[in-house]
């Protein structure tokens, strides 16, 4: 009689794991089903920014971090009256060979000689911060810098809306690059990446790493 009633117990345990399980499987598909919805059409209004160096040694992430600082130097006030991403575009494919020159001046400057490939395609980024902004992982268009042999780490940003040019760890993205993705972003968009406070950062870094788990194995 006492085995049946512990059978008994593990059975209705088992019974309420696998329900507990169910809805929270549910729960999550919703939520993946509206992130994809939504994630789908703002990933097309996007430019991001892809850097990716030669190796992993020491020289070589320093050098790819000083190829960047240049970009984004030469980039930001071309880039930051920019009203569409066809306009961001079309000024980041006509400054392809100014681009690559200056990649290759800051490659040789400091004393190596690797080669440089530069243009926009699209790549595939993890889920990242930047300040207030979260954007979920998934295949995005970026002006994509590989150095060398490109096997080292790479590194990335929003080149528009111009998300490069703003403390991505800190606070709050100032007014004007606030402004310029909710002319670009639906409210629906807008309102899926965008964080008010370190909380919502974490809880929509934690949301769309599930969501980037769930992806991953179906």
Not at 65 to 80: H, M, N, S, T
Not at 135 to 158: D, F, H, M, R, S
């Amino acid at each position: 009689m006492k085995v049946k009633n512990i059978r008994k117990r593990i059975y209705i345990l088992i019974g309420i794991l696998i329900a507990i399980l169910s809805v929270t499987t549910v729960l999550i598909s919703k939520e993946i089903s509206k992130i994809e919805a939504c994630s789908y059409d703002y990933k097309e209004k996007l430019i991001r920014f892809h850097v990716i160096a030669n190796s992993d040694t020491d020289e070589d992430q320093e050098l790819k971090l000083k190829v960047r600082d240049a970009v984004i130097a030469y980039l930001q006030p071309k880039l930051e009256n920019s009203k569409s991403i066809e306009e961001s575009e079309a000024i980041i494919k006509s400054e392809y060979d100014d681009l690559e020159n200056i990649s290759k001046d800051i490659i040789s400057e400091n004393g190596y000689n690797y080669k440089v490939n530069v243009g926009l395609q699209y790549s595939d980024f993890p889920a990242k911060q930047y300040s207030s902004v979260v954007l979920p992982a998934g295949k995005y268009k970026a002006l994509k810098i590989v150095i060398g042999e490109g096997k080292g780490k790479n590194w990335w940003c929003v080149m528009f809306p111009p998300l490069c040019f703003v403390d991505d760890q800190n606070g709050v993205i100032d007014e004007k690059t606030d402004k310029k993705l909710k002319e670009v972003l639906t409210t629906e968009e807008y309102d899926l990446i965008m964080a008010k406070n370190k909380t919502e950062v974490s809880n929509l870094q934690f949301k769309f790493k599930i969501t980037e788990v769930f992806q991953n194995w179906f």
